[in-house]
């Protein structure tokens, strides 16, 4: 299995609360992707990184900031978590650009919900 | 517009019986197509991964297909087990940047009865 570790598992939070998802990888990837998944939808891609300190948006707008300090340390942050933000938060890493064809290593997920 | 279809989005077998998951997409210019198993409660993990150059790739009891001229992957398994209940995800790949950007199916949902 995949060495790449989500915390916490699940999160129950009050509207308005700071929040951060912790996501860690020791296999050395360079590449690094946050994704949100809702039961019985796709994965959308909400921020990915290319390597230490960079950092992009992805296809699906977000209100969460991203960090990539280290490369095996990629944290996803809410300022003030909503309702709305209640899902399946998914941290992936994959080998460097030199191909095309690396596989997605994926955490177990963060589930959180915003009461 | 680049989408990913699958097709059953659920699917209930016998143990020990064989089935196959459908996957059509519109992605262009296309680069790899994947097959991941994502367990109930867990993040998803890679089973197969095919260029256009391919058209059959096996794991284990998984057997997936490729026909990039009609744009089609199918995913078989043989001898079904209990611990074969997941979803199914088909996700392709695009050759239109450096990151190879990644269109996801919704899923098969398959559960497997003793």
């Known amino acids: 299995e995949a060495d790449i570790y989500q915390t916490p598992r699940y999160l129950v939070i009050g509207t308005g609360k700071k929040i951060t998802l912790e996501c860690s990888q020791t296999?050395?990837?360079?590449?690094m992707y946050w994704y949100q998944q809702d039961p019985g939808m796709e994965l959308h891609l909400i921020h990915y990184?290319?390597?230490?300190?960079?950092?992009e948006k992805g296809d699906l707008s977000s209100e969460s900031t991203v960090s990539r300090i280290r490369t095996e340390h990629f944290p996803l942050t809410l300022e003030s978590a909503r309702p709305s933000h209640t899902s399946q938060y998914l941290c992936?890493?994959?080998?460097?650009?030199?191909?095309?064809?690396?596989?997605?290593?994926f955490g177990n997920g963060t589930r959180l919900t915003v009461t | 517009k680049n989408q990913v279809e699958q097709s059953p989005q659920s699917l209930i077998i016998l143990e020990g019986k064989n089935c196959t998951l459908q996957c059509n997409y519109t992605v262009s210019p296309f680069s790899n197509l994947r097959w991941y198993k994502q367990d109930t409660g867990r993040g998803p993990v890679s089973l197969t991964i095919?260029?256009?150059?391919?058209n059959t790739k096996s794991n284990g009891r998984y057997t997936a297909t490729l026909d990039a001229d009609t744009k089609q992957s199918s995913l078989h398994i043989t001898a079904s087990q209990l611990s074969d209940s997941a979803s199914y995800i088909c996700v392709v790949s695009d050759r239109g940047s450096t990151l190879g950007r990644l269109y996801f199916g919704r899923g098969t949902q398959l559960t497997v009865w003793p």
């Open positions: 992936a890493s994959s080998e460097g650009t030199s191909s095309y064809n690396s596989p997605l290593h």
């Open positions: 990184s290319y390597g230490v300190n960079s950092t």
């Open positions: 296999m050395g990837h360079d590449k």
């Open positions: 095919m260029t256009f150059s391919e």
